[in-house]
Structure formats: structure tokens, C-alpha cells
């Protein structure tokens, strides 16, 4: 197993845009290179549903992302004003994983290392 990449919504969203980084880091996990994880409470932030998500329902259709769920021992653990960006931090603290985020500052409050930060 390869680099371990937590997507957080900015990252979902940024797919939906066609981004070329996403799309890069998707092709990797394809390969075997990265492992993908996101939360489910990113998807619910991230999800609207219908045919303009195509890509997105795609993307999770295909297994290539692992959804971790906000289940009641994550959610006591993110417990805070922002439970999404909590539970993003909790799945990267204390294993060697990086977060694609659209808000560094967002994660850098949970304790995630800059240097473990990728921006999309």
C-alpha cells in the first residue's frame, strides 16, 4: 500500500470540477500508489444528489474512495463546532496520511501537521 490521502469536501468537489490534481491522485489510487479515504459525513456535505453529481456517484460507486462512517465512538471523538472536518482530522492523526483539503486552516485547528496538508 502506497500514501494514504484523506479527501475532505473541498476535495469531492474539487472532482466534480474535472480538477486535474484530483483526477491525478484518482489515477493513483487506480495503480495502487495511494490509498483514498474520506469521511461520510464529507460526502453528505459534499452530496446533492442527481444527475449533475454524476462524477462524484461515480467515484464512489467505483471503490476507489474507502468511506469511512461518522459512527458514535468518531463522532464523540470529533465532537466540536465542526464535527466533518473533526472526524477528516481523526481518520489522518497518528497514522502516516495527508489531507486534500480546500481549508488547511480548517484541519491545522484538529492538530493535522502542515506538512501533511496537500491544497486542492
Known amino acids: 500500500m502506497g500514501t494514504e490521502l484523506i479527501l475532505d469536501t473541498g476535495a469531492l468537489?474539487?472532482?466534480?470540477?474535472?480538477?486535474e490534481r484530483?483526477?491525478?491522485?484518482?489515477?493513483?489510487a487506480a495503480t495502487g500508489e495511494v490509498t483514498l479515504r474520506?469521511?461520510?459525513?464529507?460526502?453528505?456535505q459534499a452530496w446533492r444528489g442527481g444527475a449533475r453529481q454524476?462524477?462524484?456517484a461515480k467515484?464512489?460507486?467505483s471503490g476507489a474512495v474507502d468511506e469511512r462512517s461518522l459512527d458514535a465512538p468518531a463522532a464523540r471523538r470529533a465532537?466540536?463546532?465542526?464535527v466533518i472536518d473533526g472526524h477528516v482530522a481523526s481518520l489522518a492523526l497518528g497514522r502516516p496520511a495527508r489531507v486534500v483539503t480546500s481549508d488547511?486552516?480548517?484541519?491545522?485547528?484538529?492538530?493535522?501537521?502542515?506538512?501533511?496538508i496537500l491544497r486542492c
Open 13 to 19: 468537489l474539487a472532482w466534480e470540477r474535472n480538477d
Open 22 to 28: 484530483i483526477r491525478a491522485l484518482v489515477q493513483l
Open 38 to 44: 474520506t469521511s461520510s459525513g464529507v460526502v453528505a
Open 54 to 56: 454524476a462524477r462524484l
Open 59 to 61: 467515484l464512489l460507486a
Open 79 to 82: 465532537g466540536a463546532s465542526d
Open 104 to 116: 488547511p486552516d480548517g484541519l491545522s485547528r484538529w492538530g493535522v501537521e502542515p506538512r501533511a
